[in-house]
T-cell receptor, first 115, second 115 residues
Framework: AQSVSQHNHHVILSEAASLELGCNYS??????LFWYVQYPGQHLQLLLK??????LVKGIKGFEAEFIKSKFSFNLRKPSVQWSDTAEYFC?????????????FGAGTRLFVKA | DGGITQSPKYLFRKEGQNVTLSCEQN?????MYWYRQDPGQGLRLIYY???????QKGDIAEGYSVSREKKESFPLTVTSAQKNPTAFYLC??????????????FGPGTRLTVT
């Protein structure tokens, strides 16, 4: 069965620090990859997605993620975080299983950015 | 203004009572989903539906039931058989089509507390 692993459950950074959140998955076939973000008091929303093509994808608010197929990874990065990036971040993997495609979410990483 | 609405935002019930959570979308999406979000466990799929009058069990369907009588609506009933019903419940929807996976759009969630 698929699984998605997010390595850090809690991350605390100061403003302007660089961010990298790890995401690894266990599935050998073709995958579609997502990062979602949940800001305090707001809906869960899409940050970026990868279906095919350039493995480096750019999302909203200066975030990017790199798909490394050989490492089964889709890490999220931002060169310089802001206080407003404080949120919970979820990695999700969509892949074909019996009966169709299924999406599995990671456990989430809570990011707190100190002003 | 298109989106997904869930009501109520907070719900309190006594143990042994069934409770129904509402989810409505006006995005004209074919697929709808119910997730349960618990701290440190990410989003776990309860049920999903890809077409009216049809739905499938997710990973943790025991103790829950759903219906999909209209495209716009996908209510979730938490029954008294659910052993640990206190949680944050999220409803989502997505398009269906030739692409293998579309992003999911999420509602604001309902926090259910059972005592």
């Amino acid at each position: 069965a698929q699984s998605v692993s997010q390595h850090n459950h809690h991350v605390i950074l100061s403003e302007a620090a660089s961010l990298e959140l790890g995401c690894n998955y266990s599935y050998g076939g073709t995958v579609n990859l997502f990062w979602y973000v949940q800001y305090p008091g707001q809906h869960l929303q899409l940050l970026l997605k990868y279906f095919s093509g350039d493995p480096l994808v750019k999302g909203i608010k200066g975030f990017e993620a790199e798909f490394i197929k050989s490492k089964f990874s889709f890490n999220l990065r931002k060169p310089s975080v802001q206080w407003s990036d404080t949120a919970e971040y979820f990695c999700a993997v969509n892949a074909r299983e019996t009966g169709g495609f299924k999406t599995i979410f990671g456990a989430g990483t809570r990011l707190f950015v100190k002003a | 203004d298109g989106g997904i609405t869930q009501s109520p935002k907070y719900l309190f019930r006594k143990e042994g009572q069934n409770v129904t959570l509402s989810c409505e979308q006006n995005l004209n999406h074919d697929a709808m989903y119910w997730y349960r979000q618990d701290p440190g466990q990410g989003l776990r799929l309860i049920y999903y539906s890809q077409i009216v009058n049809d739905f499938q069990k997710g990973d943790i369907a025991e103790g829950y039931s759903v219906s999909r009588e209209k495209k716009e609506s996908f209510p979730l009933t938490v029954t008294s058989a659910q052993k640990n019903p206190t949680a944050f419940y999220l409803c989502a929807s997505s398009m269906m089509g030739t692409a293998p996976a579309y992003e999911q759009y999420f509602g604001p969630g309902t926090r259910l507390t059972v005592t």
